[in-house]
């Protein structure tokens, strides 16, 4: 019975890193950007106790043997990449990547981080950088004295110089793909890092090649689905409730046993 307490203690442990993962899926609801997680689990060792197949007292085969398992563990948090809703934001810095894809952002340290937020801003020097700050990868500027900014679905970036008619392209936006974009590492701050599971980065312009086509005045928003989310929350609350269950059940067997002598 022992071995019961500790089976249903691991499945609370599952059920609590489930619900660890659906709260931070609903905290970002909101995060432009935001790919929701989705927690993998697989059960534990058995213990055999009598192996399939082997004799019988009758001198038969035992069709089926005796295997008790020790419970559940998750094996994986995974990213899952699928396109968020599209909302129309009418700024013409804020970019959204209809499909495959991800921008690079340069980091301090000069290592190329990958993002799905297109809402870039400009900072003093007129670079189209993120919310913190980093600057797009290849690096575009914008003219102080352009007044208009026109962004192509094949990602030139033109802008309108007083004085002229004809726009003057500035820069190109370059997006990166990856085979197994799971395998990414969540940095925060809407951002990730390659890793060996996630395979070095293949970039391309927008349209071509297997990548998404990108639209000025758009935002990604997350991909979080709120009904699926609650409806989560309570397969994992009543999951925990059972386990724990199991766990007041177990003891109550205990108690019965330790007081067969009175």
Do not use: C
Not at 23 to 34: C, D, E, M, Q, W
Not at 84 to 94: A, C, F, Q, R, S
Not at 95 to 122: C, H, M, W
Not at 133 to 150: D, F, H, Y
């Amino acid at each position: 019975m022992l071995r019961a307490i500790w089976t249903a203690a691991a499945g609370m442990k599952a059920q609590q890193l489930f619900i660890d993962t659906i709260a931070n899926n609903l905290a970002n609801v909101n995060t432009s950007g935001f790919k929701k997680s989705r927690v993998n689990f697989q059960d534990l060792l058995y213990q055999i106790i009598t192996m399939a197949g082997t004799k019988a007292p009758g001198g038969g085969q035992l069709p089926v043997g005796i295997e008790v398992g020790h419970g559940v563990q998750p094996v994986a948090i995974e990213k899952l990449f699928t396109q968020g809703d599209i909302t129309e934001t009418k700024n013409p810095l804020d970019i959204v990547i209809e499909g495959n894809g991800f921008f690079q952002v340069l980091q301090p340290d000069g290592s190329v981080a990958y993002t799905r937020d297109g809402s870039f801003k400009l900072d003093k020097d007129g670079r189209m950088v993120t919310a913190n700050g980093l600057p797009l990868e290849p690096e575009i500027v914008i003219p102080s004295e352009a007044t208009n900014i026109s962004i192509s679905h094949d990602g030139t970036v033109s802008v309108l110089i007083p004085g002229s008619t004809t726009p003057q392209q500035v820069g190109s936006i370059a997006l990166a793909k990856f085979i197994n974009p799971g395998g990414l590492k969540s940095i925060g701050y809407n951002l990730y890092e390659t890793t060996d599971a996630s395979g070095e980065s293949i970039t391309g312009a927008p349209g071509l090649e297997g990548f998404g086509a990108i639209s000025q005045g758009f935002l990604e928003m997350s991909n979080v689905q709120v009904v699926e989310e609650m409806a989560n929350m309570i397969i994992a609350q009543r999951a925990y409730e059972i386990n724990a269950k199991s766990i007041q059940t177990t003891d109550e067997m205990l108690r019965i046993a330790n007081n067969l002598r009175r």
